[in-house]
């Protein structure tokens, strides 16, 4: 049989995962009302993504436990393929931006995002990422800037959010700046505890107001942290749901678009596969919960992946790569929870948003 890179007259890439994890059906929560939303972004993520890891762990993931699916378009108003400031704003704000712009339309006007939206209503926000803080997709729920290169002036936003729980890394820009300013002492100021260990972050225990910042960077990579970001996750989530009127959160699968980037089949899918079974545990905990919706989707494309080849009962993958930027792919939504109904059909990225708005404020979509 001819090789796919022969097939395709392109490289290609093999990539076996050889830590398979085993997956369960979860019962669909009976509750028809919303308390809680959680948004959980693959950077990057694409369908081929999906299936691609799906493959490597012999023909299944978390993920299927969705039981909606929609596809959300990603341009941005100045670019046909978008970025993670102008795509993340949009799910993040429910307005399309320019290329590079973060929590801001295209003139530069700060915009409301579900992270305020929850404050509005009294309940708790949160973050969880695997990447740097001033990096857009965290940014584009918390901070404001024309262009997320400029990357102190982002995090000098964090203080003034207004979120409650925040873990990711990039540490290295929250003091010794070069304008002055200590960021974790200004957070502490406003009640933050401020957490820079694991250890600390974990033990802590009184309310949802910490910012745990334990890297300089990233988080380490995904066969160093383990399941760190589900473990963070919910943290935040058990913290949050103290609330007695609920919380939104968003997690973010950070460093997908990283490996996409660098066409790196074997990091890309470890990250992946680290994402959906941090979908997993959030889908559990939701479908105990009752009253909690969670929506998975992407920002963008990144990569052009392309899956030519593989064996689902051997974990086997054989993909190549269109591009080292992003791709100007629909990229699909899912849903699990009360609501879950609402995220099917073809749609703006920025609907994303209108749906999360509506059902945290009324529990219902009026």
């Not at 704003?89 to 305020?116: F, I, M, Q, R, W």
């Not at 990039?170 to 960021?183: L, N, P, V």
């Not at 066409?263 to 479908?287: C, I, R, S, Y």
Request: proline share 3%; glycine share 10%; with cysteine.
């Amino acid at each position: 049989m001819q090789s796919a890179s022969a097939q395709y007259n392109m490289p290609t890439q093999t990539f076996t995962y050889d830590k398979p994890y085993a997956v369960e059906k979860i019962a669909t929560p009976k509750g028809k009302k919303v308390k809680n939303v959680i948004l959980m972004i693959g950077d990057g993520m694409s369908l081929m993504h999906v299936y691609t890891a799906w493959t490597a762990n012999r023909g299944k993931l978390w993920l299927e436990n969705a039981t909606a699916t929609g596809l959300s378009k990603t341009w941005a108003t100045n670019k046909l393929v978008t970025d993670s400031g102008s795509g993340g704003t949009s799910l993040a704000t429910g307005v399309k931006t320019c290329y590079h712009a973060v929590g801001v339309d295209p003139e530069g006007k700060p915009l409301t995002s579900l992270v305020d939206v929850a404050k509005e209503l009294g309940k708790d926000a949160g973050i969880a990422v695997t990447c740097r803080l001033w990096d857009a997709t965290p940014c584009d729920f918390c901070c404001h800037n024309i262009d997320r290169d400029k990357e102190e002036e982002l995090v000098g936003d964090y203080p003034t959010s207004g979120v409650n729980f925040v873990f990711g890394g990039g540490a290295e820009k929250f003091c010794g700046r070069k304008d002055g300013r200590d960021i974790f002492n200004e957070l502490r100021v406003k009640g933050y505890h401020v957490s820079r260990s694991l250890d600390d972050f974990f033990a802590y225990d009184t309310n949802s107001n910490i910012f745990a910042v334990p890297y300089d960077k990233d988080t380490p990579l995904p066969d160093e942290r383990g399941d760190l970001l589900a473990r963070a996750s919910m943290k935040g989530i058990d913290l949050m749901n103290r609330n007695k009127k609920g919380f939104f959160m968003m997690i973010e699968g950070s460093q997908l678009d990283d490996y996409g980037h660098f066409n790196q089949l074997d990091m890309l899918m470890k990250e992946t596969l680290d994402f959906d079974q941090t979908v997993g545990k959030v889908m559990k905990w939701a479908a105990e919960d009752g009253e909690t919706l969670v929506v998975v989707t992407a920002d963008h494309e990144t990569g052009g992946l392309t899956l030519v080849n593989g064996d689902k009962n051997e974990g086997r993958v054989e993909c190549c790569f269109s591009t080292r930027d992003h791709s100007g792919a629909m990229v699909p939504v899912y849903a699990f929870g009360p609501g879950a109904e609402h995220f099917t059909g073809i749609y703006e990225n920025t609907d994303v948003f209108k749906r999360i708005k509506q059902l945290l404020t009324y529990g219902v979509i009026k």
